[in-house]
């Protein structure tokens, strides 16, 4: 059955501080490892990876890939109290009309003023 | 696009009750999903189509779940009878073919009491 574990569960910050938020997946077929911001309503894209050790970055978020592990990372650096929200990883497994995303149960980042 | 569109965004019924979800998915993405989330299990995928024809229905709890997709436009998720363990909010997602991520719903938050 494939699998997709994130940690920590939760987290609290405060401002300023980087984060480092970690993703392990057991995939049959791995295709790709996405990465999504859920605050109070749908999970919105952030990244998604495909190859190992090269970084997707968006301003102060980064996530990297390491596909012989079966890990990865998302770091904030300077958080803000806006990037308090859930932080879903999910692993996609091959294409064609086999299209299925496998979630983890997030990670809960609270950033404190 | 007006994105995934989702009815109704709350619904509270009693037990015993049958409850009707819809969704309009975005016009042109072949791939549409049906996710649960709860607290305690995170994102559940419960089923997706392809081209309206299911695919795999492996995560549809039992059978008092069904799901129809009559035509490229629309989709349904029916529950009967409820029960209050299927309180949860239902998302509907949507993805192109060969797109690289899923766009999620805002989501129908659906309470059985």
């Known amino acids: 059955e494939d699998k997709v574990v994130q940690s920590p569960l939760s987290l609290v910050v405060h401002e300023g501080d980087t984060v480092t938020l970690n993703c392990s997946y057991e995939v049959t077929n791995f295709r790709s490892l996405l990465w999504y911001k859920q605050e109070k309503k749908a999970p919105t894209f952030l990244f998604m990876l495909t190859s190992s050790g090269i970084e997707k970055k968006s301003g102060r978020l980064s996530s990297i890939l390491d596909k012989k592990e079966l890990f990865s990372i998302l770091n904030i650096t300077a958080t803000q109290t806006g990037d308090s929200a859930v932080y879903l990883c999910?692993?996609?497994?091959?294409?064609?009309?086999?299209?299925?995303?496998?979630f983890g149960k997030g990670t809960l980042l609270t950033v404190n003023p | 696009d007006a994105g995934v569109i989702q009815s109704p965004r709350h619904e509270v019924t009693e037990m015993g009750q049958e409850v009707t979800l819809r969704c309009k998915p975005i016009?042109?993405?072949?791939?549409l999903f049906w996710y649960r989330q709860t607290m305690m299990r995170g994102l559940e995928l419960l089923i997706y189509f392809n081209n309206n024809v299911p695919i795999d229905d492996s995560g549809m709890p039992e059978d008092r779940f069904s799901a129809k997709m009559p035509n490229a436009s629309f989709s349904t998720l029916k529950i009967q009878p409820s029960e209050p363990r299927d309180s949860a909010v239902y998302f509907c997602?949507?993805?192109?073919?060969?797109?690289?991520?899923?766009?999620f719903g805002e989501g129908s938050w659906l309470t059985v009491v």
């Open positions: 997602a949507n993805s192109p073919i060969g797109g690289n991520t899923i766009y």
């Open positions: 999910a692993a996609r497994n091959s294409g064609g009309s086999n299209y299925k995303l496998t």
């Open positions: 016009s042109g993405h072949d791939y």
